[in-house]
Every structure is written in C-alpha cells, then in structure tokens.
C-alpha cells in the first residue's frame, strides 16, 4: 500500500527540518572562539606576575585556566556530537586525527560527558572558592561556600542519577 503524498511530504519535510539545528552548532563554535580570548586574556593577566606568585595564586591561575579548558572540550564534544547525532554525519572517517569518540556519543552518553563536565567545572570553582580562603584579606563568606557546595552536591546527585536512569534504561527490553 502506499503512502499518501500529504504523508510523504510531511515525513521529508519533518526529517529536513534537523537542519535548523545546525546554526545553534555554529553559535556554539563562535562562543568556543570567544572561550580562545578569555583563555589568553587569563593567561597575559597572570603571566607578570609569576616571578612574585605565592603557590595558591599559581594553582589558582591554573585552576582558572583548566577551568576554561573543560568548558571548550565540552562545548566541542557537544557541537561535533550533537551534529552528528541530530543533523548530519561529519564526513571525516579517513581523517587520521578524528577523535575515538565521534560516532559513538549517543544522546545518553552525551548528556553523561555533559554532567561530568559540569561537575568538574563545579568541583573547580569550590575549589578555588577554598583556596581563596588562603588569603588574609578575602573575609570569610560562609553563605557563598554553602551554597557553592550546595550546587555543586545537587550536580554530583543528578550525574548519579542521570547514569541510574540510564543503567535501568539499558535493563529494560527495546521495542
């Protein structure tokens, strides 16, 4: 039996329509190229004064800019997975550096590289938040460290039970 023609265009037009993801993949290239100068404006801004560095204002500057880093790798592990999974294949198999990974994050391991990067970025900043402890003119903020580990304890609980859900997930027969 075959489809009726209504039926068939709307199919081709609803499958067509994962392109209007694409620019959201484009405006996430242009934020990683704005993350580039916030990475070199943190490194010039610290690099003076590294001769006259106490250690924690060294870890902290490396902690600002690995901070920044887990920020990129995250925003291309979403631009080239979410592209490939929701609007085209990425035609670079025979590239000899196309990352392990490409072609093999589905949306449930994406959301999985997503939350770990979310709390890595959280961990950071509470760790820094402490570190900033350190200095005798920086007052103790105890609401603000509360709350840093209050948000930073809710995104370790939903990691854990974002992979629960999908553990049980796996367990349950596929239609």
Known sequence: ??????????????????????????????????????????????????????????????????????????????????????VSKIDTASHEDRPDWMGTVDFSGLKMKLIASIVAISAIALLKSFLKLTEPQVPLDEPRLLWLVVVHLSFVVSGVLLAVMDWLNSKVAKH
């Open 1 to 86: 039996m075959k489809k009726p023609a209504i039926e068939t265009l709307l199919e081709r037009g609803l499958f067509a329509s994962r392109w209007l993801m694409a620019p959201f993949y484009v405006g996430l290239v242009v934020a990683l190229a704005a993350m580039i100068v916030v990475f070199f404006q943190e490194l010039f801004h610290g690099l003076p004064q590294v001769l006259s560095m106490k250690p924690e204002d060294a870890i902290l500057l490396a902690l600002s800019l690995i901070d920044l880093s887990l920020a990129a790798n995250l925003l291309v592990i979403v631009i080239l997975s979410g592209d490939e999974n929701f």
